[in-house]
């Protein structure tokens, strides 16, 4: 059973928190006009969520493919698509608990589909619940399918071919950036290396540094372009990645 995670906003706060307590020591050796840096909190609860928005939607990806896989199997086995969901439903809470929300879906859309709603209704509101492309585009070709009286085996297969691909292609786009992210995370914390050094082993250094006008001057400088190259650092390893969720 997987543990649960903390949210976005729990985790966000926290890591403001830490940022700036340590920046807070490390730039201005605890002022108070540190204190403004907790104003920061909110971008960070910003960023976390829209990291937990991100991996919920591409591990949908993988467990909707998966769902679709099941519903197909139904179909070959020459049950009805309404059965094959129920099959499917009772399937992914095999595979993944009753806890992920692709199961409760599948359940929910079950429930449904036994109180008389139309699977295509059913695979609406789903799409309209989780917003996730994938899912959405299912729901579309789905309505287009009952209109025309297509085949959904073929609709079912185009779909999870699909997902293949775009799950592949982000798994290897994945592993080629990832150095480059490590990269830039080192570099990103190299100037809190040099503080932390001469703070612990050459306070007579940095002494200069804090409690005068230059000092804070200085130091609100040296973040300030710090923050800048790491706010497009990461702009551009997410326009990299593809990420606009």
Not at 146 to 163: A, W
Request: charged letters at 20%.
């Amino acid at each position: 059973m997987n543990k649960p995670a903390l949210s976005g906003k729990v985790t966000g706060i926290l890591a403001g928190a830490v940022f700036a307590l340590v920046t807070a020591w490390l730039f201005y050796d605890l002022e108070p006009i540190a204190l403004i840096l907790l104003g920061g909190i909110p971008f960070f609860v910003i960023g976390f969520e829209r990291k937990k928005r991100i991996e919920t939607v591409q591990a949908m990806d993988i467990q909707f493919k998966d769902a679709l896989q099941y519903l197909k199997n139904g179909l070959d086995a020459g049950y009805s698509a309404e059965h094959s969901l129920s099959d499917t439903a009772k399937g992914l809470e095999g595979l993944y608990g009753r806890k992920e929300i692709i199961t409760r879906e599948f359940g929910i859309m079950a429930g449904k589909l036994s109180a008389g709603m139309t699977m295509e209704q059913a695979f609406e509101e789903f799409a309209d619940s989780v917003d996730a492309a994938a899912v959405r585009e299912f729901a579309d070709l789905f309505k287009i399918l009952k209109r025309t009286g297509g085949n959904l085996n073929k609709v079912i297969r185009r779909t999870v071919s699909n997902l293949n691909d775009t799950i592949n292609l982000r798994r290897d786009l994945n592993v080629v950036i990832a150095a480059k992210r490590g990269e830039f995370m080192i570099m990103s914390a190299i100037p809190y290396g040099i503080l932390l050094y001469l703070k612990l082993l050459a306070p007579e250094m940095s002494a200069p540094l804090y409690h005068s006008t230059f000092g804070i001057s200085f130091m609100t400088g040296m973040l300030a372009g710090c923050l800048a190259c790491f706010v497009f650092g990461m702009k551009t390893i997410n326009r990299t990645l593809g990420l606009k969720v």
